[in-house]
């Protein structure tokens, strides 16, 4: 017989009142049995009108504050985050058969932060923080790889590259976190966690 927490839920769920604790825990799960990036995740953004888009970004760190990305500002949900901050995050890994999803707003993190992580990326991709315009239309692929190029002569000391005003990271502050389990039959297990007017995150079952 499959062991249960006092919910009733698979034991992988355990009884914590900490989201962020049960994160950590599944995430270490799915770093020792995801094959590749075990940090993606699909971001859903919406633009002032309330169009969506989604996309998937790396996971870059998190704690009690929050889920960090990186990205280009400029980008469709650089702009989009400027307008309206309000995002989702969607974790899906199907060697473990489980899914977190995450709902709040977004900030910038500190340039220090940025600076720092930045710093810490290989030559080619800081270059490319420079060199890509995101999301915007090429005339052609030789327009890319040529200001490669040229930012490569521009910054040729590979251990001075500044970062590009343009590039940031983005850090979600969470008010409900929902952990997922494939069931049986479709009979899935789930467990969100909402965070209520006192700061206090509040556990709740939900119906598959």
Known sequence: MNEKNSLGLDKCFLD???????????????????INDPNALALGTASKSGI?????V???GFDKNGF????NLNSQKGKELKENPNATM???????????RISGSLRLVDDSTADEYYN?????????????????????????LSNLDNFKKKYNDKDKVPRPEH???W?????????????NNRIHERLKYSLNEKNTWIKSLLSP
Not at 120 to 144: D, M, N, P, V
């Open 90 to 100: 969607c974790f899906h890994w199907k060697s473990l058969l489980r899914q977190i």
């Open 120 to 144: 810490t990326r290989a030559y080619e991709s800081r270059i490319g923080a420079w060199a890509s315009k995101q999301s915007s239309i090429l005339k052609s692929r030789e327009e890319l």
């Open 52 to 56: 969506p888009s989604v996309r998937m």
């Open 167 to 169: 590039w940031s990271g």
């Open 58 to 60: 790396l996971l870059k």
């Open 171 to 183: 850090i979600l502050k969470p008010i409900s976190i929902e952990f997922w389990l494939d069931g």
């Open 16 to 34: 914590l009142n900490d989201p962020f604790e049960l994160f950590e825990k599944w995430f270490a799960e799915a770093k020792k049995k995801e």
């Open 68 to 71: 960090v990305f990186y990205t």
